[in-house]
């Protein structure tokens, strides 16, 4: 019997299972929804099955070719997502994983890839560290697994890209190393929590993987789209703090009660206004404009996608900003029918105002100044300078400088510039034999000016010695995988094999230089200063990894679903007895609802799931090795060890188990996706507690304490993701997460 399998708009679906009601034959259509079986000739019934549609029987009464048609209720089970070096149908997956679609990132106003998953999957915790636009963004899969890295890799088309920790405080704080990525030139977001789909990646993934794939070409005509964005940003909420009346009302009771010279202004509050309302000055409605051009198209052998952006975000406290430029070229070619050809590129450049955030330190930070001045110092005084703690205003020295002069007096700014790109290559060597190789690579390079003029606000809040500080910094990471995949499907069985080897480096250098005594504050280079003062700093900081990796799936008739995975990484910060760690991971699930016994009429789905894998962590640093730090002596520059060095460290483990299942109810208009988990972390790397009478505490000549394997750390939790289609028709759609 030969046939085909579509669904109600003439779609072919692939993979549907064929069988025969009264016996053992079976087979799946192929991708053109055709397939062939054969089946005894007293057989008269064929079942047609597949994820999202109801079960089909066909009569063969004198019939050696049928056609099929099916009422496909919910595609989401059959979409193909992106795991980690490879794709899988999502109906069976074996392990938790949350995709985020263009559709449901285009809802909301994204300057980031991180606000793009914020509140969109259960169990991921996106935190935005600083007001600053374009800022630092935590996200934590999971809770914590090791106390030093806890941000998860990213994985942007092949490239490996590991976040920096959560932001640091004053004028040297970094930015967000994924502002300059473009939401809207994303196709969908993989966030990966199980252990099974985090283990493939090894000791980069023991706070979970998030798998970010861009937007293709599609043959057809050439489509040209345009969007022009324009938002206006709000201040947060109002602090409620005293006005000026209050203020008098509040210093006149003070002098009344403790004593003192109440300002003769301040005798009678009721003649008074409400002053400087701080917060008003600083914080205001600020514009966020984006232009977003694309073309995509292509023919039948060569597809691209080319897209440019500009996003211009005003902040909304004075001295902060951000603009972002971008440009991306997505290219797919099919020379032979057993060849296929890849090429991602990507530059952006990102320039940050950021004086309103990172001025000061993490105990008088500019905005938490403007909330401590006192009402009635004015902004700007009569004649237009700035106003100030002066004995007209009635403060004194101890008050904080007036931020908003701040805001416009001081510079700080960074400027960055990245180039992401890749090229991939796919060969069919026969038929389920596939090889695959790419090489992705990330350069960036960025400067920063951090430059206080000479000023004069008031008798104590003055400068009168310019200073700049002025820093670059390069960076580069390369990473080359070679791949071989081999898939076969007999009966209803279907086994797929991968391999790989990858390796992969990278390097980060900076140089820092500054200077003070600048005759004018017009010109921001540290040649314009006094060559006494100059002060510089530097380092180089690389990094390597080499890596063995496989897969093994198993599926039978997509009832029973088994996936194996093993990955081996070799890292250059262990001592040759500890250099390469083992990460294995298991995961299982039965789908219960495909069994012939199960009969339950509202619920079109359900999955059980179990899963078991080992994760690592290297540390940011090496600990068999002793840096030199320089110190001064009688003879010139000497060097002496920064650290005592650990020969014996080894890798973090961590170790997590995870349940979970999936149901879809009333013909998966209700969907329920829950997991429970345990994470066990052992060897977690910190630095040793040595007493000070060892020499460690950090004063001339002391040698700091080593990394050691000290200490474990458990983490556990649940998750539930209920998904639900309230109304759809073909006029209007109301769905909730």
Known sequence: ITGTVTDQNGAPLVSATVSAKNDKAATVTDVSG?????????????????????????????????SVTMQVTDTRLNEVVVIGYGKARKANLTTAQTTVSAAEINQTVNTTIEQAIQGRAAGVYVTQNSGQPGGGISVNIRGISSLGRTQPLYVIDGVQIQASEDVSYGNASSSNPLAGLNPSDIEDIQILQGPSATAIYGSRASNGVILVTTKRGKSGEVKINYAYQYNIQTPPKHLDVMNLSQYAQIVKEYHGIAGGTTPQEFLDPTLLGKGTDWQRELFNN????????????????????????????????????????????????????????????????????????????????????????????????????????????????????????????????????????????????????????????????????????????????????????????????????????????????????????????????????????????????????DPVTAT???????????????????????????????????????????????????????????????EVPFMNELKLRFETGLTGNQGTGSGIYAPLNTGATPWGTGFLPSTFTNSKLAWEQTQTNDVGLNMGFLNYRISVEADYYVKNTKNLILNASLPWYMGTNGSPGSVGAPLVNAGALKTKGWNLTINTVNIRNKDFKWETN
């Open 34 to 66: 055709a397939f062939s079986i054969s089946v005894p000739s007293s057989e008269k019934i064929l079942v047609v099955t597949y994820l999202g549609a109801k079960a089909v029987e066909v009569s063969l009464e004198g019939k050696t070719t049928v």
């Open 536 to 598: 510089n700093g530097g380092g180089t900081y690389p990094w390597s990894m080499e890596s063995y990796l496989g897969r093994l799936n198993y599926n039978y008739d997509n009832r029973y679903l088994l996936t194996a995975t093993m990955r081996r990484d070799g890292s250059p910060y262990f001592g040759s007895d500890k250099r390469w760690g083992n990460f294995p991971s298991l995961s299982a699930a039965w789908r219960v609802s495909q069994e012939k016994f199960f």
């Open 286 to 529: 600020a514009g966020m404009s984006k232009h977003q051009l694309n073309l995509s198209g292509g023919s039948n052998t060569t597809t691209y996608y080319l897209s440019g952006e500009y996003l211009n975000q005003d902040g909304v406290a004075a001295g902060s900003g951000f603009k972002r430029y971008g440009l991306r070229l997505n290219l797919d070619n099919k020379p032979r029918e057993w060849v296929t050809l890849g090429v991602n590129l990507s530059y952006n450049q990102t320039k940050e105002n950021l004086v309103a955030t990172n001025y000061g330190n993490a105990e008088s930070p500019l905005i938490a100044n403007a909330l401590r001045l006192t009402p009635q110092i004015p902004v700007t005084n009569f004649d237009g300078s700035w106003g100030g703690s002066d004995p007209v205003n009635g403060a004194n020295q101890y008050a904080p400088v007036n931020p908003i002069a701040l805001a416009n007096l001081i510079t700080n700014q960074n400027m960055q510039r990245q180039f992401l790109g890749g090229f991939n290559v796919g060969i069919n060597i026969t038929k389920g034999l596939v090889f695959r190789t790419s090489i992705n690579a990330n350069t960036g390079n960025g400067t920063s000016t951090y430059y206080t003029p000479t000023y004069n606000i008031d008798q104590w809040h003055y400068n009168t010695t310019a200073s700049l500080q002025s820093g670059t910094y390069t960076s580069w990471y390369w990473n080359w995988n070679q791949l071989l995949e081999y898939s076969r499907q007999f009966d209803k069985h279907t086994v797929s094999l991968m391999v790989s080897h990858e390796a992969q480096e990278s390097e980060w250098k900076a140089l820092s230089a500054g200077r003070t005594g600048f005759l004018t504050n017009d010109i921001f280079d540290v040649n314009a200063g």
